[in-house]
């Protein structure tokens, strides 16, 4: 029996992975498996080819798929967020580092057996980077990605260490072998700054704060923001962040002179945020009630990211900016969302 060619999305169940599947679902070259520690909702379940119910830590697991399926294209998403790992730091490492090392092993095992490139997609994160106080945050401006990769949570370095895991599976795997083995796997990533979806709620991040705040007030519901009014991070909208991967798997290797790319969307303070809330459901409860302790988790990260690497090498141009976001995106679909719940 042949092997079935198929993308392999882990983490499918998270936010980025709701996204991805319905925009690959029209795309019927590109059948879809997933593998997610628990199941997708009935709606996404039914636009994947097969849905393996297991963890990334799971060796035999990642065996069975490679015996089944011939995967070109991996989607790496599952990951412990960095609110989340900083509680439980050990488990954090086991599932973002342990986890991340199994999937680029199972993509260079999948090259060796199908003879093909495997691209391996890998969302990283602005909590790569971590400015020691706001005064240097508010001088370091939009950083580049080789600016400030001090990272102050587990999260953060577990996202800077795979960064360096996958260039090393791209550029330099077991380099002392009598057969070079590198240059297989075509490792690929973004640090996303905070994402903003309409029809998905995060959990167990610390950039939460803008998506919940939003969220809580399309349901009538009060919120207390977690940060001070005047904190500012880099956003997207959900739609440009799966748009950019899609982008990006397509752009042509000789091009990409990153193995990591900074995104850029818009970046309002959370005063900002509040007050275009406020303008779409009028008489919202939102106040601020900071928790000091994932308050200095925000405060390291970078106000804004230079994205021009992503822009001159394979094309990047977001749709949304932060008004168009909330106008033509976040508002309606939110709204269209609730009223139909
Ligand atoms: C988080 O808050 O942990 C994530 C991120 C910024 O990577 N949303």
């Not at 909702?41 to 990642?62: K, N, P, R, Y």
């Not at 730091?89 to 999937?103: I, K, R, S």
């Not at 080789?146 to 949570?153: H, K, S």
Request: aromatic fraction near 10%; charged fraction near 20%; include cysteine.
């Amino acid at each position: 029996m042949l092997r079935k060619p198929v993308v392999l999305i882990t983490g499918a169940g998270g936010e980025i992975g709701h996204g991805l599947i319905c925009r690959l679902a029209n795309d019927k070259d590109h059948p879809i498996i997933t593998l997610d520690v628990r199941p997708l909702d009935q709606a996404l379940g039914h636009l994947v080819q097969q849905e393996f119910i297991g963890s990334i830590l799971d060796t035999h697991l990642l065996d069975r798929i490679l015996v089944e399926y011939e995967v070109d294209l991996v989607f790496h998403l599952a990951a412990l967020l960095s609110t989340r790992s900083e509680f439980a730091p050990m488990e954090a490492h086991l599932v973002n580092v342990n986890g991340t090392l199994n999937l680029l092993e199972f993509a260079q095992k999948q090259c060796e057996s199908h003879g093909r490139s495997v691209t391996f997609l890998y969302p990283s994160s602005i909590a790569a980077y971590g400015l020691p106080d706001l005064e240097t945050k508010a001088r370091a401006g939009r950083v580049k990605e080789n600016e400030w990769n001090d990272p102050a949570t587990m999260y953060g370095c577990n996202k800077l260490y795979c960064e360096h895991l996958g260039r090393y599976y791209a550029r330099h795997y077991k380099r002392l072998a009598v057969e070079s083995r590198s240059g297989k796997v075509d490792f690929r990533g973004i640090r996303f700054p905070g994402l903003i979806s309409a029809v998905t709620i995060p959990s167990g991040g610390t950039s939460d704060y803008a998506p919940e705040m939003i969220h809580a007030a399309a349901q009538g519901q009060p919120y207390a923001c977690f940060v001070r009014p005047d904190t500012r991070i880099p956003f997207m909208a959900m739609p440009d962040g799966v748009d950019a991967l899609m982008q990006l798997v397509t752009a042509p290797h000789e091009k990409l002179n990153h193995t990591v790319y900074n995104l850029g969307g818009f970046n309002p303070s959370a005063a900002e945020v509040r007050e275009l809330v406020l303008a779409a459901f009028p008489g919202a409860d939102i106040t601020f009630k900071p928790d000091l302790k994932r308050q200095g988790i925000v405060d390291s990260w970078p106000a804004d990211v230079d994205d021009h690497a992503a822009r001159f090498d394979w094309g990047y141009s977001p749709r949304y900016d932060l008004q168009r976001a909330f106008a033509e995106y976040l508002f309606p679909t939110i709204k269209k969302y609730y009223s139909e719940k």
